[in-house]
């Protein structure tokens, strides 16, 4: 394991996170998960600025991957219905926080995946573990963007470079950090979700996208029409042009590289 810091942060809705920062990590979702059974508390964060790189075997590359790979313990007092709101709130917190880092079009594919000027460059995930059927012991959140300065020449200006150029960290911690805030500020609204769902609805990229699912047991090409304002569930058009709809990613092929329209 990489040598660690940890520092505090005030998020904007005034709760305390703590972050526990390195410099790489092949995992900081394992790493949480670790933290999380042994009862480490709300709003606890591992980050780290690289990862190793893998290829298609699995096998690790000697260069790593730097961007912000980041995993947030929550402790939340919430039904599992309203879980999978957290990965739309998650998507959102982390696009609108790069739009103040780059230039590039910012949007979200689904159900969390994160594109940048139509070519993905992360996705957020969730995972928890269940007290019972009503109650969470705990929700990680892993957030997953890769940062160059082709996607984000613009903003962080001289500062991106010589990061860059240093192999340090400083600006996955910047970006984390407003990332955090951003998330934190729309979670206390979680169980109702209208004003962050709205900007989900309007950062959503995949309209009109081809993209495969299964249907009856078979992979088929169908067009995204919409995504749902309540639950995230795709409404995609067949061939035999029958509106189905799609709550699950099980089974479901996302494009890496979207064509942007207007």
């Known amino acids: 394991m990489s040598e660690k810091r940890v520092i505090n942060m005030r998020a904007q809705d005034g709760s305390v996170v703590v972050i526990e920062c390195h410099d790489a990590l092949p995992s900081t979702a394992r790493l949480a998960r670790e933290y999380a059974r042994n009862g480490y508390p709300d709003r606890y964060v591992v980050l780290s600025g690289a990862r190793q790189r893998t290829d298609a075997d699995g096998k690790s590359k000697s260069a790593l991957e730097r961007g912000v790979f980041m995993s947030c313990i929550l402790r939340p007092s919430i039904f599992p219905s309203q879980a999978a709101l957290i990965s739309a709130l998650s998507a959102v917190a982390t696009v609108t926080a790069l739009e ?40 990680i959140i892993n957030y997953s963007v890769l940062m160059s300065e082709k996607n984000f020449p613009t903003r962080l200006g001289d500062v ?93 092929t996302i494009p890496k590289i979207v064509r942007i329209t207007k």
């Open 160 to 252: 991106i470079k010589q990061v860059f150029e240093n192999g340090g960290a400083s600006v996955s911690v910047v970006v984390a950090k407003n990332i955090l805030n951003k998330f934190f500020t729309h979670y206390a609204n979680v169980k109702t979700g209208a004003r962050f769902m709205s900007a989900y609805k309007q950062k959503f990229i995949l309209r009109g996208q081809k993209i495969k699912c299964t249907i009856d047991g078979k992979k088929r090409r169908v067009k995204v029409v919409d995504v749902g304002a309540e639950d995230c569930s795709l409404t995609v058009l067949s061939s035999k042009k029958q509106e189905i709809k799609i709550s699950s990613p099980a089974g479901v």
């Open 100 to 139: 103040e880092h780059s230039s590039g079009r910012m949007g979200i594919g689904w159900v969390s995946k994160i594109y940048c000027n139509g070519k993905q460059i992360g996705d957020v995930t969730i995972e928890g573990k269940l007290d019972n059927f009503t109650t969470y012991e705990y929700i």
